[in-house]
């Protein structure tokens, strides 16, 4: 049942890059709007740029994989953002062959708290004889390990979705578990912590997985729980909800998202909170033609103050799936991910959700993963992927001045 699943996950994955490939869009964007940086070519392979994070202007990094169209032949993908120029991180051998084999068919996701404590997660658990696993950089060495409770003899899958690195001694990873030996599986929030010693299992409340974490501080974090993307339609419709991190533990957010404030057939799939008290949750909901389109709420007081962005139903599935802070108190947001042959991009300014707009990131079709603000500025960057004929190509794309 476990090697079922893993086929599927190859398959959206594979597919998803397939859809990429042709198409002519408009003329790139100007020199602060949304633009490409780099592109990111694996002879032979698809690559695909699915994890970022900014620490400083010059220390960003970003995490991916390239793979056949069969899902064979892994190889792990790390790119390092210096203050000039993104370059990719050669791992030790013996390193890289174990990291690859966690990467096989994976997702991977990155956080960081400074240049010498860097930490990647491979995203689908079961897909080999390992279990799941991390990739660190402690100092200057580079080491792997693997991840508590997620052992394919178990079981249960797990899908690695966010990671929250705050310093040596305060690593979080997040996702869903799922009991693929159950006759109707769904799964449960998934969380573990390093404390600078050792990983613990933690216990996040919500019916699904969860699907996007936000860090104002060591001791207030937000959470999501909805059903991941990457599952391919796996573990059924979840109930989406909000967690809450008060430094001690996890609980149910205060105020929860309720189905008369949400659009019918809502799934949350990103959450971003900030230091002015302000939580938003971005995700998808049903539409007529049978596709999904974005929306956002705020929490506002006892209520989450629904924005349907005007957008066009289509029968492509959209939803919100990473925001980031703007540097002037507004939001990016991008409705992209798997499902998506191109990126929409929503901006919050005024109180106000513009776009969507769909910039050009060459002459190819291209989407977008995730969002990471460059911290104490107005830049923002964003990775994803993009058509080269009939393969893809990683991509590093950016708003904003260009950090130095």
């Avoid at 890289?96 to 404590?117: E, Q």
């Avoid at 103050?305 to 139903?313: E, G, H, W």
């Avoid at 929503?346 to 769909?358: E, M, N």
């Avoid at 990683?394 to 001045?401: D, E, K, M, T």
């Amino acid at each position: 049942m476990i090697k079922l699943t893993s086929r599927r996950a190859a398959l959206v994955l594979a597919g998803s890059a397939v859809a990429l490939v042709g198409g002519m869009l408009p003329a790139q964007a100007s020199a602060t709007g949304w633009r490409p940086v780099a592109k990111i070519s694996v002879k032979g392979d698809f690559a695909l740029l699915t994890g970022v994070d900014a620490v400083t202007k010059s220390d960003a990094w970003a995490v991916g994989g390239a793979f056949t169209p069969r899902g064979t032949r892994p190889v792990g993908i790390i790119e390092h953002w210096t203050g000039r120029s993104w370059r990719r991180v050669a791992l030790p051998t013996a390193v890289a062959k174990i990291w690859n084999s966690y990467s096989r068919l994976s997702f991977p996701v990155v956080g960081a708290s400074s240049a010498t404590n860097v930490w990647a997660f491979s995203s689908a658990a079961g897909q080999g004889k390992n279990t799941d696993g991390y990739l660190r950089l402690a100092g200057r060495k580079w080491i792997v390990g693997a991840l508590p409770g997620t052992n394919v003899a178990s079981g249960h899958l797990v899908l690695i979705t966010a990671t929250r690195v705050i310093s040596t001694k305060d690593v979080w990873v997040f996702g869903g578990k799922l009991n693929v030996s159950a006759s109707n599986p769904s799964f449960v929030p998934y969380a573990a912590h390093y404390n600078g010693r050792k990983w613990t299992p933690k216990s996040i409340p919500g019916a699904g997985a969860v699907v996007g974490v936000s860090e104002i501080s060591a001791g207030n974090m937000w959470a999501a729980v909805g059903t991941p993307e990457l599952a391919g339609g796996a573990g059924g419709a979840a109930t989406p909800s909000v967690a809450h991190w008060n430094g001690r533990a996890w609980t149910a957010a205060a105020v929860q998202p309720t189905q008369t404030e949400l659009p019918a057939g809502a799934n949350l799939t990103s959450i971003l909170a900030s230091r002015g008290g302000h939580v938003w949750i971005g995700g998808g909901a049903t539409n007529a033609k049978g596709g999904t389109t974005e929306f956002a709420a705020e929490l506002t007081g006892s209520t989450w103050k629904v924005s349907t962005l005007p957008a066009a139903a289509s029968t492509s599935d959209f939803a919100l799936t990473s925001m980031a802070p703007d540097g002037h108190g507004g939001v990016w947001a991008i409705a992209g991910g798997l499902a998506a042959s191109k990126v929409r991009i929503w901006h919050l300014t005024g109180g106000a959700w513009t776009g969507p707009s769909s910039p050009s990131f060459g002459s190819s079709k291209r989407t977008l993963f995730q969002l990471s603000a460059v911290p104490g500025t107005s830049s923002v960057w964003g990775v994803g992927a993009v058509a080269r004929g009939a393969s893809v190509d990683g991509l590093l794309a950016l708003v904003g001045p260009t950090p130095r």
